[in-house]
């Protein structure tokens, strides 16, 4: 049971360059979540499934679009990277639908945009 | 929307000491208040939890406070060791789905 996975673990990109970031989850789970975390401000939820076939935008979706390919795998794009997109994106998954409201975290990726 | 403040936002204790940190919310609907731990590097890892119908809840040298009139939550830990040194994130829900994190605490435990 891996829990929640995301590749890349790192990546570094030129302004305007653009970049898939794939998350999956194997605990059957049928919400999911993007979140960045910048120093001094926690995290911040980019964009949001609470099921498979929804999405919804969160507190900061500019530059970002996303996809809920099935009930595992939530990925998140980044059409044209801009240096404010530097940050750490983490992806979350959390059971709902009567279970716990608990969200389990991702390892992370580290994103660079020079 | 939710709104939740933390502090402070560093914190530096003598090993076997108390830390406590505070959240406070904007939301009085908000009904589930969790607290990660986050070593550097690694991912944010749930370590307690509220709800709202609980006004406090232990787990060992770790506890959480809630006041609902007064709309705070606080996470306490007794008798610090190092590794406890980490970032600390309070959160609330806003709505049915979403989560609201504080801006988190830097602990560091000091031998």
Same mark, same amino acid.
């Given at each position: 049971?891996a829990?929640?996975?995301?590749?890349?673990?790192?990546?570094?990109?030129?302004?305007?360059?653009?970049?898939t970031?794939?998350?999956?989850?194997?605990?059957?789970?049928?919400?999911m979540?993007?979140?960045?975390q910048?120093?001094?401000m926690g995290?911040r939820?980019?964009?949001?499934?609470a !099921?498979? %076939?929804t &999405? $919804?935008?969160?507190?900061?979706?500019? *530059?970002?679009?996303?996809?809920? @390919?099935?009930?595992?795998?939530?990925?998140l794009?980044?059409?044209?990277a801009?240096?404010?997109?530097?940050?750490?994106?983490?992806?979350?998954?959390?059971? !709902?639908? %009567?279970g &716990? $409201?608990?969200?389990?975290?991702g390892? *992370?990726?580290?994103?660079?945009v @020079? | 929307?939710?709104?939740?403040?933390?502090?402070?936002?560093?914190?530096?204790?003598?090993?076997?000491?108390?830390?406590?940190?505070?959240?406070t919310?904007s939301?009085s609907?908000s009904n589930?208040?969790?607290?990660?731990?986050?070593?550097?590097?690694?991912?944010?890892?749930?370590i307690?939890?509220?709800?709202?119908?609980?006004?406090e809840?232990?787990?060992?040298?770790?506890?959480?406070?809630?006041n609902?009139?007064?709309?705070?939550?606080s996470?306490?830990i007794?008798?610090?060791?190092?590794?406890?040194?980490?970032?600390?994130?309070c959160?609330?829900?806003?709505?049915?789905?979403?989560l609201?994190?504080g801006?988190?605490?830097?602990?560091?435990?000091?031998?």
């Amino acid at each position: 049971n891996a829990g929640v996975t995301q590749t890349p673990k790192f990546q570094v990109l030129k302004t305007g360059q653009s970049m898939t970031l794939q998350c999956a989850q194997d605990m059957n789970h049928n919400s999911m979540y993007w979140y960045r975390q910048d120093p001094g401000m926690g995290l911040r939820l980019i964009y949001y499934s609470a !099921s498979e %076939g929804t &999405t $919804d935008k969160g507190e900061v979706p500019n *530059g970002y679009n996303v996809s809920r @390919l099935n009930k595992r795998e939530f990925s998140l794009r980044l059409e044209s990277a801009a240096p404010s997109q530097t940050s750490v994106y983490f992806c979350a998954s959390r059971k !709902s639908a %009567g279970g &716990t $409201d608990t969200q389990y975290f991702g390892p *992370g990726t580290r994103l660079t945009v @020079l | 929307g939710e709104n939740v403040e933390q502090h402070p936002s560093t914190l530096s204790v003598q090993e076997g000491d108390s830390a406590v940190i505070k959240c406070t919310y904007s939301d009085s609907a908000s009904n589930y208040f969790p607290w990660y731990k986050q070593e550097l590097g690694k991912r944010p890892q749930l370590i307690i939890d509220i709800r709202s119908n609980v006004g406090e809840k232990k787990d060992q040298r770790i506890a959480v406070t809630l006041n609902k009139t007064a709309k705070h939550f606080s996470l306490h830990i007794t008798e610090t060791q190092p590794e406890d040194s980490a970032v600390y994130f309070c959160a609330a829900t806003q709505g049915a789905q979403k989560l609201v994190f504080g801006q988190g605490t830097r602990l560091t435990i000091n031998p």
